[in-house]
Every structure is written in C-alpha cells, then in structure tokens.
C-alpha cells in the first residue's frame, strides 16, 4: 500500500499514521525524520541539506527527493508506504509522481483527513502541556477534570504554548490552503483521492480510514 497523507495542521495525520504503520506493516516516511537523520548521519544528502539550513535557505526538493528515493529502497518499504508531510505543493507532487514511477512504486491513493476550519483552531489554539508528565490536553475538547491541574500527576504546572495563538495558527492555516491544499484536485484529478472526516475518536477515524485503503 502506497499513500501520501494529506490534511491540514492539527487534521490528526501523525497519530493516524502511526496506527496504519501497525495495522498494515509498512513505515511512515516523515520528511522531517529523515532530513534529521541524514544529517545526523552525515550522509552526502544530509550535509547538502545542513549547508542549506545553516545558510538560512530551504532544503531543495531534489534533496528531499533523493531522501525519498534511498528510504524506498530499504526493506522494510517493500509493501509500501505512508507519506507524511511530502508532497506540500504541486510541483513537489509531480516531481514525487516522476520518482515513483521510475521506481515503479506509484502511489495508490492520496488520503485526506478532512476536518472543519473552526475544529481545527480549536484543536490548535487550545492544547495545553504538563511540564512535569508531559500529558496534553485541549481546553476546548479534553480538559484536565479540575481546571489547572494535570489529571495524571496533579501538577499546577500546565502551560500554552505562546507560538498556539490564534495569529500563528491562523497564518499556519492559509500556508496550508495556499499551497498544500491544491493536492486535494490533484490527486482527485488522478482519481487517487480518498477522503475521511477527521471528526470523532481516534478509533472511529482509524477504522473509517481503513474501511477506505481496503477498497483499494
């Protein structure tokens, strides 16, 4: 199975991905991840990409690429793949679509985690952090039973992030709909697109999710 994850910030992607890892065996190839550990690795691609970000420009897409590239080629990615955070425009999308193809690995879907703009501030704009157990909550959907006390370690000590404003999230947001957005036509251009509502538990969008993939 070969797919590449599409939803807004705060849709649920990275939780979703990491329970379709389990079900169907295959990795969740976050670009990030992999940016972090060819530098770390000081692989070739990675002190490209270093150089890049020390001189305060963007890693180019043949970077992220030829990342790619090496990822599915290791073993673990012969049944497939889960996308996560590639392709973020158009042009990134057909230059992914030219690369699997050469690799004769084509996508078979592109999934959106479709979720409601309002839904979405709230879910970003109101989570809260324990900086004792790290638990998190969202004063909108899930707050701590006794307000300003972590239910898990019964700190006082529970924070909002200063970059979780509404002008940062907001901004976060029509980035998204800007650039990454556009992937919803293309991919329903392809008739690859698949679409979930992001809205419920996480066991009712993982299973409407897998009732999806399984039509494939």
Same mark, same amino acid.
């Given at each position: 199975? %070969?797919?590449?994850?599409?939803?807004?910030?705060?849709?649920?992607?990275?939780?979703?991905?990491?329970?379709?890892?389990?079900?169907?065996?295959?990795?969740?190839?976050?670009?990030?991840?992999?940016?972090?550990?060819?530098?770390?690795?000081?692989? +070739?691609?990675?002190?490209?990409?270093?150089?890049?970000?020390?001189?305060?420009?963007?890693?180019?897409?043949?970077?992220?690429?030829?990342?790619?590239?090496?990822?599915?080629?290791?073993?673990?990615?012969?049944?497939?793949?889960?996308?996560?955070?590639?392709? %973020?425009?158009?042009?990134?999308?057909?230059?992914?679509?030219?690369?699997?193809?050469?690799?004769?690995?084509?996508?078979?879907?592109?999934?959106?985690?479709?979720?409601?703009?309002?839904?979405?501030?709230?879910?970003?704009?109101?989570?809260?952090?324990?900086?004792?157990?790290?638990?998190?909550?969202?004063?909108?959907?899930?707050?701590?039973?006794?307000?300003?006390?972590?239910?898990?370690?019964?700190?006082?000590?529970?924070?909002? %992030?200063?970059?979780?404003? +509404?002008?940062?999230?907001?901004? %976060?947001?029509?980035?998204?709909?800007?650039?990454?957005?556009?992937?919803?036509?293309?991919?329903?251009?392809?008739?690859?697109?698949?679409?979930?509502?992001?809205?419920?538990?996480? +066991?009712?969008?993982?299973?409407?999710?897998?009732?999806?993939?399984?039509?494939?």
């Amino acid at each position: 199975m %070969r797919i590449v994850l599409l939803g807004a910030p705060g849709s649920g992607k990275g939780t979703q991905a990491q329970r379709l890892t389990g079900i169907y065996n295959i990795p969740q190839i976050s670009t990030g991840d992999l940016l972090r550990a060819a530098v770390s690795a000081g692989t +070739e691609l990675g002190l490209r990409a270093k150089a890049a970000m020390e001189a305060g420009e963007l890693v180019s897409d043949d970077i992220v690429l030829g990342m790619i590239r090496e990822r599915l080629q290791q073993p673990d990615a012969v049944k497939g793949f889960i996308l996560d955070g590639f392709p %973020r425009n158009l042009v990134q999308a057909e230059s992914l679509d030219a690369l699997l193809a050469e690799l004769e690995q084509p996508l078979q879907a592109g999934l959106l985690i479709d979720v409601d703009h309002d839904i979405l501030m709230k879910r970003l704009t109101g989570r809260l952090s324990c900086k004792d157990c790290a638990t998190v909550y969202n004063r909108y959907f899930s707050p701590p039973r006794q307000e300003g006390v972590c239910d898990n370690c019964g700190s006082t000590n529970l924070y909002h %992030r200063a970059d979780d404003n +509404e002008e940062t999230i907001g901004n %976060r947001l029509k980035v998204y709909e800007s650039s990454t957005a556009p992937l919803i036509g293309y991919y329903q251009n392809q008739n690859k697109l698949k679409r979930v509502n992001g809205i419920g538990s996480m +066991e009712d969008i993982s299973n409407a999710i897998q009732a999806e993939l399984d039509k494939l």
